[in-house]
């Protein structure tokens, strides 16, 4: 059965697209099929993963207005390993032209609905705000993952974004919960960090996942090789812990599957 996630929080700078990708790559080290969906403007979840943004035929801006199918916008086994749904600038006039559509909210869930069988797992990387392409990842989702640093900021826009995810769920998407909420640029040897880390275990329990994922000058420089971690430097602590994340999704699914 395909899991369909979106990355999602309005908080730049908290990881989400150093997430999908390497997510998404660890994810297909262990042979599970992976499509990447890019529905941040700025296109670095598309360079990241070794697309080039300026060089696109087709865009999730061409398939969110309904001018070309899914499957003819998807880049096949890019080089990091899984397939890609890229995006460009031109996306940010999506919003616009999606305005006078009756299921505006919807574009990407419909557009989903003839390929999601082919892939054990869908990533969408989302912009950094609550606007309608968030809206139409939140519509399309299983499951919303959210990368967040251990901070006091990032706690109250924690709040909003719960919100949002309960105003989805209520209005177009019912199934619609919490994945898992993912620590980034974890430092232990920070009492802040440890302390908002106590909160988020305290409040949303088994939802935090165990594995956090370190500050690692690897995850940052990899980036600008159009590579994710594991195939820039595999044993680095940043690639290692992305690569443990996996694990533990692939093996909570496991368990959530047998029979109680």
Known sequence: MTRVLAIANQKGGVGKTTTTINLAAS?????????????????????????SKHDLELSAYDVLMGEAALEDSIVLGSEAGYDVLGTNA?????????LDMADKELQLRNALQDLSSNYDFILMDCPPSLNMLTINALSAADGV???????Y???????????TIEHVRSRVNPALKIE????TMYDP??????????QLESHFGDKVYRTCIPRNVRLAEAPS????AIIYDKASRG??????????????????????
């Open 27 to 51: 994810l297909a080290a262990t042979k599970k099929s992976v499509l990447l969906i890019d529905l941040d403007p700025q296109g670095n979840a598309t360079t990241g993963s070794g697309v």
């Open 239 to 260: 690639a290692m812990a992305y690569l443990a994340l996996a694990g533990e999704m692939i093996r909570k699914e496991k368990h959530q599957a047998q029979p109680a």
């Open 180 to 183: 898992g909420i993912l620590r």
């Open 145 to 151: 993952i959210v990368p967040m640093q251990c901070e």
């Open 225 to 228: 090789f159009g590579l994710p």
């Open 90 to 98: 031109d996306l940010t006039g999506a919003e616009i032209g999606m």
């Open 153 to 163: 900021y990032a706690l109250e826009g924690l709040t909003d974004l719960m919100n």
């Open 189 to 198: 040897r920070n009492s802040l960090t440890r302390d908002v880390s106590e």
